[in-house]
Nanobody, 119 residues
Framework: QVQLVESGGGLVQAGGSLRLACAAS????????MGWFRQAPGKEREFVSSISYPGGMTIYARFAKGRFTISGDNANDTLYLQMNSLKPEDTAVYYC????????????WGQGTQVTVSS
């Protein structure tokens, strides 16, 4: 069983930066992927970014390209999302998720961390 705990959310002004972290307890064996999703009030949850192991291939949603960077620290079992040039429309609860590569849907989810960007 893998447990995920996000941290690093908060209130930031437009144009500012935040770095989210996701600490994983338990461990995936074999190939797996970790991702970030977000859900704004009244909207569906949407994909932000993912990273696959082994290899470290990354994927970004269009709105995240050039502003967000996903990375992983395997030694500490922590996933990060560096968010720069934040906009008010980035306001949402951000979730960390993980899945085995053999499974299509994300299996494990964190509780989420609130990101609020003021204009």
């Amino acid at each position: 069983q893998v447990q995920l705990v996000e941290s690093g959310g908060g209130l930031v002004q437009a144009g500012g930066s935040l770095r989210l972290a996701c600490a994983a307890s338990g461990r995936f064996f074999g190939n797996y992927a970790m991702g970030w999703f977000r859900q704004a009030p009244g909207k569906e949850r949407e994909f932000v970014s993912s990273i696959s192991y082994p290899g470290g291939m990354t994927i970004y949603a269009r709105f995240a390209k050039g502003r967000f960077t996903i990375s992983g620290d395997n030694a500490n079992d922590t996933l990060y999302l560096q968010m720069n040039s934040l906009k008010p429309e980035d306001t949402a609860v951000y979730y960390c998720a993980g899945r085995r590569a053999s499974v299509a849907s994300y299996e494990y989810w964190g509780q989420g961390t609130q990101v609020t960007v003021s204009s």
